[in-house]
C-alpha cells in the first residue's frame, strides 16, 4: 500500500486547508484509514480516522467540530478538511492505513493499529 499525502501550507489563523491522501496499491474499499499528526519532539497523535465502508467516523476531542475526515471511493482518496485553524494545529500530517484485518474500536487511535504510512505534509498556522 502507497499513500501519498499533500495540501499542506502555511495558513493564517482561522483559515482553512483540505489535506489529501491518495492510497494505491490496495484494496481501497478493505482498509481502515486514519490522519495523525505531529510536532518536533512530541509523539504522532490521532486526529481523526474512518472505516473501509466509510460509514463509522472518529475525532479526537481536540478535533471535533473543526475537522472533517471524508473519503472518494472514485479516487481512490481521503481527505482532512480543517476549519477555524489555530497555531496549536501546526504539524506535519500524516495518513495512514490498516491491513485488509481492519483496527478493532479500542485501537483506531493507536498509533501501532496502522501498518501503513504515508509522508506527510506540513501545516504551519502563522500570521
Known amino acids: 500500500v502507497q499513500l501519498q499525502a499533500s495540501g499542506g501550507g502555511l495558513v493564517q489563523p482561522g483559515g482553512s486547508l483540505r489535506l489529501s491522501c491518495a492510497v494505491s496499491g490496495s484494496p481501497y474499499g478493505k482498509i481502515d484509514m486514519g490522519w495523525f499528526r505531529q510536532t518536533p519532539g512530541k509523539e504522532r497523535e490521532f486526529v481523526s480516522a474512518?472505516?473501509?465502508?466509510?460509514?463509522?467516523?472518529y475525532y479526537s476531542y481536540s478535533a471535533k467540530g473543526r475537522f472533517t475526515i471524508s473519503r472518494d471511493s472514485n479516487n481512490n482518496a481521503v481527505y482532512l478538511q480543517i476549519t477555524g485553524l489555530k497555531p496549536e494545529d501546526t504539524a506535519v500530517y500524516y495518513c495512514?492505513?490498516?491491513?485488509?484485518?481492519?483496527?478493532?474500536?479500542?485501537?483506531?487511535?493507536?498509533?501501532?493499529?496502522?501498518?501503513?504510512w504515508g509522508q506527510g505534509t506540513l501545516v504551519t498556522v502563522s500570521s
Open positions: 474512518m472505516r473501509r465502508t466509510g460509514g463509522s467516523k
Open positions: 495512514a492505513s490498516s491491513t485488509v484485518s481492519g483496527i478493532i474500536l479500542s485501537r483506531i487511535q493507536n498509533v501501532k493499529a496502522y501498518l501503513y
